[in-house]
C-alpha cells in the first residue's frame, strides 16, 4: 500500500478519505512545524507528501526520497520547494491555484483598508478605554476610494483585487511580466513600469511570486520613489522585499504605513522592529486563511495525490 504523509493536521474528512485507499501517517499538530529530521525519515518512506509553505522540499530530502512520487504542496505559491531537483527526480509538484484567489484578495484589500482608515488602532483604542470624547480628527485615517492603487504581480490575485478596487473608484495601475487585456478593459487598469507604478501610487500591493527575479525586488531605490503619503502592502512573499530598508522607509518618512501578511523570515520575531510600528498592520500570512477556503485548499492537495498515486493526471500541476 501506497504512504503518505501529511506534514500538519488537517481536517479529518480528508484524511479519512485517503485513508480508504492509502497508509496514511499526520504530524498531528495545528502550530508546530514538522521538525525537518521527522520530514526526512517521512519522505524516505512515502510515496507522497502533502506539505505546507513552511516545509523545505529541497535537494537533501529528494536525494534520499526513493519511492516518492509526488509533493502537493497546500498552497499557490511553491518557493518551499525546489522544483528543478523534483523534476530530477522524477517527483511531480502539484499546488492549489485558484480555490483561494478571492480569499487572498479579500484579505489584500482588507489590509489596504485596515491600514489606511487604522482600524487595528482604533479598536485597541477603545478596548483600552481611551475613548473619552468625540474629536474631528480622532484616529483620521486615509480614504482608499477614488485613490491610486499599484498592483505589482498582476495574476489571478492581483486581478481580484482590481475587480475589488473598480467598485472603490480606484485608479488602478500595475506591472506585471505580461500585460492583462482583460484586466485593462474591465476595471481599466493600466500597465506601468516599475517605476512610475511606485511614483504615482496612493497604495502600493506586492502579490508577486517569489523567484529569483523578484527576490528583493523592492528595496532602498524603490521605497525612495513612493509617495510620503504611499501605504505600502504585501500579500506575495516576504523575501521580494528588502525588510530593513522597509523599516527606514517607515522611520524615515518616505512612505506613510505599511499592510503586511507576509515577512522575510516567518514567523517574524516578536522583537521585530515592525511589530511596535503604530503605521504597521501586521497580520501572520493568512491570506487565504477561511475555513471554506482552507478546507477546498486540502481537499485540492489530497486529490492531486489520489490522481497521481492512481496513475492519473495531477489536477494543478506546478510546472517551470
Ligand atoms: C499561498 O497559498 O501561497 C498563500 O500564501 C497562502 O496564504
Known amino acids: 500500500m501506497s504512504k503518505i504523509f501529511i506534514t500538519r493536521k488537517i481536517d479529518d474528512a480528508v484524511i479519512d478519505e485517503l485513508k480508504k485507499s492509502f497508509d496514511v501517517e499526520v504530524w498531528d499538530s495545528e502550530d508546530e512545524a514538522v521538525p525537518r529530521d521527522v520530514l526526512l525519515k517521512q519522505a524516505k518512506e ?17 536525494s534520499d526520497a526513493p519511492h516518492l512520487k509526488v509533493v502537493a504542496n497546500m498552497a499557490v505559491g511553491y518557493d518551499n520547494i525546489d522544483v528543478e531537483a523534483a523534476e530530477k527526480a522524477g517527483v511531480i509538484v502539484t499546488n492549489t491555484p485558484d480555490v483561494l484567489t478571492d480569499t487572498t484578495a479579500d484579505l489584500a484589500f482588507s489590509l489596504i483598508l485596515a491600514t489606511a482608515r487604522r482600524i487595528p488602532e482604533a479598536a485597541d483604542y477603545i478596548k483600552q478605554g481611551e475613548w473619552t470624547s468625540w474629536s474631528p480628527y480622532l484616529l483620521a485615517g486615509r480614504d482608499v476610494h477614488h485613490k491610486t492603487l499599484g498592483i505589482v504581480g498582476m495574476g489571478k490575485i492581483g486581478q481580484a483585487v482590481a475587480k475589488r478596487a ?110 511596535s510600528m503604530e503605521n504597521v498592520v501586521a497580520v501572520p500570512h493568512i491570506g487565504s486563511a477561511t475555513t471554506e477556503t482552507r478546507y477546498i485548499m486540502m481537499k485540492l492537495a489530497a486529490d492531486n495525490i489520489k490522481a497521481v498515486l492512481n496513475g492519473e493526471k495531477p489536477l494543478t500541476r506546478v510546472t517551470r
Open 166 to 275: 473598480a467598485g472603490f473608484d480606484m485608479n488602478i495601475l500595475y506591472h506585471t511580466r505580461s500585460r492583462k487585456t482583460e484586466a485593462e478593459e474591465q476595471f481599466g487598469a493600466q500597465y506601468k513600469n516599475l517605476s512610475d507604478l511606485l511614483e504615482k501610487a496612493d497604495f502600493v500591493l506586492v502579490l508577486a511570486p517569489l523567484t529569483e527575479e523578484t527576490r528583493g525586488m523592492i528595496g532602498a531605490e524603490q521605497f525612495k520613489k513612493m509617495k510620503d503619503s504611499a501605504i505600502f502592502i504585501n500579500v506575495g512573499r516576504g523575501p521580494v522585499v528588502d525588510e530593513k530598508s522597509l523599516v527606514d522607509a517607515l522611520r524615515n518618512g518616505d512612505i506613510a504605513g505599511a499592510g503586511l501578511d507576509v515577512f522575510e523570515k516567518e514567523p517574524i520575531s516578536k522583537e521585530h522592529p515592525l511589530l
Open 46 to 62: 512515502s510515496h507522497a507528501l502533502l506539505t505546507m509553505l513552511s516545509d523545505q522540499i529541497d535537494e537533501e530530502l529528494l
